[in-house]
């Protein structure tokens, strides 16, 4: 009696089993059918990555280690630099790129590589060809704008000393004619002494002004 109560439910439970299995195996096609569809509509999207190696040029004065520190504090500055909207938008306008500024800001990716003097750069684009063109000119119009910033900032500093040094070399020039203009008179010694004292701190002025000019001739000559 149990044996056959087990064959019927058996048999009733394989008749539901093939009276519904078209339907799994239509359910099965579609969901197929449609991840194909998809994924042959899916846009590919391509990673081009550059990094760039920030270094500070020394001197007599800076040491080796001083100086990879003060380069990877530039390298932090540097990678936020490059993400403004001045270097996206110089991008943009040499690429002739089809995006806006916004638009492009979200598909790279601009960071410091940790401890060390580099800058990795990350674009993603739906072509191979334009991200690698981006991610080359954003290093390139960083390093051209830095640089325009850079000579300006030097031909600034330079003329600023250039006027001090030639406003100082007059008072010198002045002084050393007043002291020449006066006699020999002991009445006169008190301001000599004065005129030749000023004209000590003149020159003492004027050699550290020229020093001071030599030194942004010598970075600006090293930056470039």
Same mark, same amino acid.
Do not use: C, H
């Given at each position: ?9 058996? /048999? ?48 007599? !004065?800076?040491? *080796? ?30 690429? *002739? ?9 979200? &598909? ?19 072509? &191979? ?5 981006? &991610? ?16 300006? /900032? ?12 030639? !406003?100082? *070399? ?9 002291? &020449? ?11 000599? *002494? /004065? ?15 020229? !020093?001071?000019?030599?030194?942004? /001739? ?7």
């Amino acid at each position: 009696m149990e044996t056959t109560n087990f064959s019927d439910e058996l /048999r009733k439970n394989l008749y539901l089993f093939w009276r519904w299995a078209w339907l799994l195996i239509l359910a099965t096609i579609v969901t197929a059918v449609a991840a194909y569809v998809i994924s042959r509509r899916m846009t590919p999207i391509y990673e081009a990555t550059t990094r760039l190696l920030i270094s500070q040029p020394t001197n007599n !004065q800076t040491t *080796d280690y001083a100086s990879i520190l003060t380069s990877e504090r530039l390298a932090s500055t540097y990678a936020e630099m490059i993400a403004t909207r001045p270097v996206l938008e110089a991008v943009i306008q040499r690429l *002739d790129l089809p995006y806006r500024t916004v638009e492009l800001g979200k &598909a790279i990716s601009v960071q410091p590589v940790n401890n060390t003097q580099l800058i990795e750069i990350q674009v993603e684009d739906t072509s &191979a060809q334009r991200a690698a063109e981006i &991610a080359n000119a954003l290093y390139a119009v960083f390093s051209e704008q830095n640089q325009a910033l850079q000579s300006a /900032r030097f031909a600034n500093s330079k003329e600023s000393l250039a006027s001090q040094m030639a !406003q100082m *070399d007059q008072q010198i020039k002045d002084t050393s004619d007043r002291i &020449a203009a006066l006699g020999s008179a002991p009445t006169e010694q008190s301001e000599r *002494d /004065r005129l030749e004292t000023s004209l000590a701190q003149y020159r003492q002025t004027y050699a550290s002004l020229l !020093q001071s000019f030599e030194q942004v /001739r010598v970075a600006e000559a090293q930056a470039t």
